[in-house]
């Protein structure tokens, strides 16, 4: 069973390996020459589509074709060539450039999932009896493309974590003049109203202890991301020990939801060689 359907594998991985530098199929200063040829780089990134999605072990996706030890090492070689997330912020300005990002329109919540083996991003979870969680504090547009995130322990309050969020490396582009971020009754502090104020930002923050509709806001689109992101079972219980691995692991899966909208959204409006028969 493939991990994704290919109309979106192939667009995928034909940016990924325009990022990739050239390899010798074998080592150049070898004496003889005839070592082991090095993996092919398609087989492994098809097994980081298959660890992301079905979030299962590297020994139980390695097979005949590809080591665990190959995976995990070619993993860590194209997170210091910062691979993903180079693969992440094109993906991003590209939606941005043939559909348009909604940026006067952003919010940001927080989501904890399970972090079973600990790590460097992990903490007691609130909401799990104080066992090992992770918390992501997301920003999306006005759709729901993810544009950045901030990785912490489960016992790290939303509101602290505010700050660097709205800040993130690799935004696109400017903001417009008026921009309204959209935010839950978690933030609803004076901390959170002076760091929206730095910003020239508005906020439209619910007020605690009064219950509303989630679909009274723009805030339901930042919860639809954080679904799309948990659909990937490596992001739901995450057993990554390091932040750069996790980190990496966020940007292909922020990667593929943004190729993913970006195909149905200009299904509609372009037309390419290899265009779905149907829309997705």
């Known amino acids: 069973m493939p991990a994704l359907p290919s109309w979106l594998t192939e667009p995928l991985w034909d940016q990924f390996a325009a990022l990739l530098p050239g390899r010798a199929e074998y080592h150049p200063d070898h004496p003889l020459g005839c070592h082991r040829r090095r993996i092919n780089d398609r087989i492994v990134f098809d097994k980081m589509l298959q660890l992301l999605r079905f979030g299962c072990s590297y020994e139980a996706i390695a097979d005949t074709t590809c080591s665990a030890t ?12 910062g691979v993903f997330a180079r693969l992440k912020q094109i993906a991003l300005d590209s939606y941005d450039r043939i559909v348009g990002l909604v940026l006067d329109q952003i919010a940001v919540d927080g989501s904890i999932t399970k972090a079973p083996g600990g790590g460097e991003v992990a903490g007691r979870s609130p909401v799990d009896r104080g066992k090992q969680g992770l918390k992501r504090s997301g920003m999306t547009d006005g759709y729901g493309i993810p544009l950045g995130r901030v990785l912490a322990g489960a016992n790290r309050h939303d509101s602290p974590l505010l700050a660097p969020t709205l800040d993130p490396p690799g935004r696109p582009g400017p903001l417009p003049v008026d ?3 959209h935010l839950d009754a978690g933030y609803d502090s004076d901390k959170t109203r002076a760091v929206l104020d730095e910003r020239g930002l508005h906020g439209r923050i619910a007020h605690k202890g009064e ?3 989630i679909q009274a ?8 991301t954080h679904a799309w992101q948990n ?9 990554e020990r390091r932040a ?8 292909l899966a922020d990667a593929i939801i943004t190729v993913r909208n970006l195909i149905r959204r200009a299904w509609t409006t372009h037309r390419w060689d290899e265009r779905p028969n149907r829309r997705p």
């Open 231 to 239: 659909a990937f079972h490596r992001l739901a219980r995450c057993y």
């Open 217 to 224: 806001s723009q805030r339901w689109h930042v919860e639809r």
């Open 244 to 251: 750069t691995v996790v980190d990496a692991f966020f940007d």
């Open 179 to 181: 921009v309204t971020v």
């Open 70 to 81: 190959t995976i995990r090492s070619r993993r860590d070689e194209w997170i210091r060539l």
């Open 211 to 213: 219950k509303a509709p």
